[in-house]
């Protein structure tokens, strides 16, 4: 699978990141009760794909219900440009319009059933192995 460095962050530029991600995004629209409010749409990365280039000190963090999913968000705009997903403890969910423009080829987007979670994590076959790290068949590629 061929993976591109994408950057992003928040409205106001304190939290900023990169990822290791295809260019062609799989991006989940859920509608759980806090997705829905938010409007999360994110796809999912190992945390070894994943780095917090600045901002740590200016993230805080929301959590609800079982207390797995990890809402994080900028404390001077409120944006969410990443978060711990419940699906996927072991990664990020990252906002796709949180990217800078450029490095996208494709979005996919696929509905998340969140208010029926567990029966809809039971029947998703591949959701969990989005957040496993990569193997060394991945090539590493800039734009």
């Known amino acids: 699978m061929e993976l591109v460095k994408h950057t992003g962050g928040c409205h106001c530029g304190a939290v900023r990141f990169e990822v290791w991600s295809s260019p062609d995004l799989h991006v989940f629209h859920c509608n759980c009760s ?3 409010k938010k409007q999360n749409h994110h796809f999912i990365v190992s945390k070894n794909n994943f780095t ?3 901002g740590w ?3 805080t963090t929301y959590t609800f219900n079982t207390h797995v999913a990890k809402h994080t968000f900028c404390k001077t705009c409120g944006v969410q440009s990443f978060y711990t997903p419940r699906s996927n403890p072991d990664g990020y969910g990252l906002a796709p ?8 080829r494709s979005v996919t987007v696929e509905t998340f059933c969140g208010e029926k ?3 809809t ?3 998703h076959k591949s959701i969990r192995d989005m ?3 990569a193997g060394d068949t991945q090539l590493r590629q800039t734009k």
């Open 34 to 36: 806090i997705c829905t």
């Open 117 to 119: 979670w567990e029966e």
């Open 97 to 104: 319009h949180c990217l800078d423009p450029g490095t996208v």
């Open 131 to 133: 957040s496993k790290p």
């Open 121 to 123: 994590m039971e029947a």
């Open 57 to 59: 000190d200016n993230l």
């Open 52 to 54: 917090l280039l600045q």
